[in-house]
């Protein structure tokens, strides 16, 4: 079941949001920030404050066991003022291949229909492969938009899914 974030699910995102990353970008972004600078203690207050201050909406994926979370809102993208943005999608990679993803995906739809917006963007590391293919399974493409984020000395690249 898909539900809105609660305060007290921020640990469990927090790890989730750490060991998703270690997973998922090993090999892309450094060992030292993956394994030094991503700590589940220090996400948690990150997640506490960004789950109330945002502009954005949190879910997690709840079927007794917190599985997986989005954050989703409007685009925070200057040149797409009238699109919807994934801000984030995260399942427990212990988790994956479960349909937990595309459940979250469906639901992101859906909102941004429900909200009238026609377009959905998201980010992703563009060495990300596993889950560019899964946007693209999704229908998403990418734009031609990218950007370096120093921080992690990795880029990304902006998918977009026109919603009819």
């Known amino acids: 079941m898909i539900r809105t974030f609660k305060l007290s699910d921020a640990p469990r995102v927090a790890e989730i949001h750490v060991f998703g990353w270690r997973c998922a970008y090993r090999g892309i972004v450094s060992d030292e920030i993956l394994f030094n600078d991503m700590?589940?203690?220090?996400r948690i207050p990150r997640f506490e404050n960004f789950a109330s201050n945002s502009g954005a909406k949190s879910y997690v994926y709840d079927d007794g066991i917190i599985?997986?979370?989005m954050?989703?809102?409007?685009c925070r993208d200057k040149d797409k003022p009238n699109s919807f943005e994934l801000w984030g999608i995260y399942?427990?990679?212990l988790m994956k291949r479960?349909?937990?993803?595309?459940?979250?995906?469906?639901?992101c739809e859906k909102k941004a229909v429900d909200l009238r917006y026609n377009e959905i963007c998201l980010w992703v590391l563009e060495k990300n492969v596993d889950s560019r293919c899964f946007y693209e399974k999704h229908g998403f493409v990418a734009d031609g938009t990218s950007?370096?984020?120093e921080n992690i000395k990795a880029t990304e690249v902006r998918y977009v899914k026109v919603m009819m």
């Open 71 to 74: 954050t989703i809102g409007a």
């Open 147 to 149: 950007k370096y984020l």
């Open 39 to 42: 700590l589940v203690s220090a």
């Open 98 to 107: 479960q349909g937990i993803g595309t459940r979250l995906i469906k639901f």
């Open 91 to 93: 399942v427990e990679p």
């Open 67 to 69: 599985k997986a979370f």
